[in-house]
């Protein structure tokens, strides 16, 4: 038999043994089909658990092993090296050796491999410097510098954002609309865009942008390159083609419109990347980019319990931008999802922690479980209790919660109003946000509390009073103190989760945050809101910043075995026999700043979100919703979400306390109020107020209003001034005055609150 990795052109495909390879022992029918379609573009519609992995290895290996391509003539996509890696490693022990020559890599990793080849032609040497983030923002600061773009107003990391997401979207500054470029840096961002690519030519660099969007300048600029590799790859594979952007997509279509041999593996109901730029368009046009594409759909899942599967799917239907698949399994029924609604975020956890401790009892370990939020602010309560149980834990995907950067900032702002001898905390926060306190500021601060002796604070004191530093820093620097002087002289007679809110704003922190464009600063600020309302549940600022310090210092678990905490973006890919779910509620999940940004578009977004955190439960998912949140440091009624709604009654176990939705039945309660049978429509007793944001109506539309709903005063209370009332989360109380449903109780033990007539009961 002819070796299939020497082929000359000329040479046919060998002579294989009789019957199936091998390779396709234990794959199902459409598996194998997805394999063995080599010719013409080909769409694997992968769901949640179907072996995609081990479909695509096989498929490379078929390739080589049936004679139709040389390694060299093989393209395959990954998103990431690990990836890669695993894919070599899988195809190596199928073929029985090395696989070598093979053009497998992530996008960014193959377009440099090109474009070190044909460097000259974009303008570059072939050793040409691959600059990092870090660098890309420095070099446009540099840029800036010579400009009169206001840096705090556009800070140089938001500006690269938006530079970045136009390389995804291949638009080189000639391609940036008028209109889109007058949104950013006063209508100076195009300009500044075009000086930062001359710049990086100058210095014979590229960032990662650049090495798809150099790619595509180069092939459509250079037809005999761009049919060179058109004739070189005979076959072309991409995993994870979902997630795919527009940058993406056009070199990829380029590359295969010679042999037209691409399979693309992916999962529409998995494209949750939009804000990367992620286009799901990609795979639903992929019909209509490859005229005559074979679409194989893989449904057989071997992960997950039917009842998950259904669960799942059943929420996915409601999407309309899908190609539609149903996922369904061999395996035994198993449980239904579990739905419960709780009455807030602390019981969530409680809730959590047990339903953690019950299965650890049966011998369940606990790397086999995951908590999945929606949001990270969400982490901080369900960390605490798993430190309160003594639960190992690890947080996938980002710090935890007390170790970022502006929860840090945060705390150091409050230790300093706790304690003026806290050096460090002070030296951390000076100049932030900047306020003009530089090096040689904190330099001089430092020099005279070494001499004299004291906490840096008294230094600053005392160095306000002299010329040591200079005027402005002098200036700055003495507002600074007199705002510690006023926060600390609150620090009595304020509640201290409202001082710290104060601190935040008056400080300017907050303001900075609002101000950061980027991705991150939303999710930074949700962080803010929910240290703040931390600070509730302790009788005053010590007892909080001893908290913090013990949580901090709780020394990391060597242990193996410890559960997984970790957003649902950072859950994909992963599968575990328990899943938690928790936040499940309107505003939340979906979060309300998609549906406000994206409208449809964001809600399918979220909804996918959704399956995914379903499908990744291999035996039970569990998920929760609680009544009330303490959104903005202020108690707020929270709706279950639609995706609730949504999830088929067949397939879901739901409990609620009687009660918990203003008199709607257990098991209304984990519908959307008004939609459930025999429950009454909160449209008549509450109503939304904010015009900036959107709710969910009884009958599944977006409505305009508050996400969060709020009490509404067209009706009188039931109850008289004086009467005695119970309350579930806050015990017996007297009614001291009444606003429509809105009441203020006087509780025995939680002192006075301002509750809704529909959440408390004559005693």
Known sequence: ???????????????????????????????????????????????????????????????????????????????????????????????????????????????????????????????????????????LKQLMATTEIDDKKWPARVLMGVIQRWKDRGLTPDKVSNEEGSEFAEGTLVGLYRDYQKRLTELNAADFGDLLLHCLTLFTENGDVLHEYQMKFRYLLVDEYQDTNVAQYLWLRLLAQEHKNICCVGDDDQSIYSWRGAEVGNILKFEKD????????????????????????????????????????????????????????????????????VRQSKGQSLEEMAILVRAGFQMREFEERMITLGVPYRVIGGPRFYERQETRDAIAYLRVVNSQDDDLAFERIVNVPKRGLGQATVQAVHQLARAQGMPMYEAARLIVETDEIKPKARTSLSNLLTDFERWRSNLDSLPHAELAAIILDESGYTDMLTRDKSPEAPGRLENLKELVAGLEDFDNLQGFLEHVSLVMENEENKTEDKISLMTLHAAKGLEFDTVFLPGWEEGLFPHQRSLDEEGLSGLEEERRL??????????????????????????????????????????????????????????????????AKGGRDLSETFSFESPKKRGHASDGTIIEGEAWLVPSASEDSKFQLGARVFHQKFGYGKILSSDGNKLEVEFEKAGTKKVIDCFVDPA
């Open 1 to 139: 038999m002819p070796d299939p990795f020497e082929l000359s052109e000329d040479i046919p495909a060998p002579n294989v043994p009789a019957g199936p390879p091998p390779y396709l022992a234990g794959l199902n029918d459409e598996q194998i089909r997805a394999v063995e379609a080599v010719d013409g573009p080909v769409l694997v519609l992968a769901g949640a658990g179907t072996g995609k992995t081990r479909v695509l290895t096989t498929r490379l290996a078929h390739i080589l092993v049936q004679g139709k391509a040389r390694p060299w003539e093989i393209l395959s996509v990954t998103f990431t090296n690990k990836a890669a890696r695993e894919m070599q490693d899988r195809v190596a022990a199928i073929t029985g050796r090395p696989v070598e020559g093979w053009w497998l890599g992530t996008f960014h990793a193959l377009g440099a491999r090109i474009l070190r080849r044909h460097a000259e032609l974009v303008g570059l040497k072939s050793n040409f410097t691959i600059l990092d983030a870090d660098d890309q923002v420095r070099l």
């Open 290 to 357: 490859f005229p005559g594409a074979e679409i194989i759909r893989l449904e057989q899942n071997y992960r997950s319990t039917p009842h998950i599967l259904a669960a799942a799917s059943g929420l996915i239907a409601h999407n309309e931008g899908r190609l539609g698949k149903t996922l369904w399994t061999g395996m035994d029924a198993g449980d239904p999802v579990k739905v419960r609604a709780v009455w807030d975020g602390e019981e969530e956890a409680r809730s959590v922690g047990d339903e953690i401790e």
């Open 610 to 675: 959704a399956y995914v955190g379903i499908t990744r439960a291999k035996k039970e998912a569990l998920i929760f919703h609680a009544a009330n949140r303490r959104i903005y440091n202020q108690w707020q009624n929270s709706l279950p979400s639609r995706f609730v709604d949504e999830l088929p009654d067949d397939n879901i176990d739901q409990m609620a306390e009687q009660g918990l939705y203003g008199g709607i039945g257990a098991q209304a309660g984990l519908r959307t109020p008004g939609a």
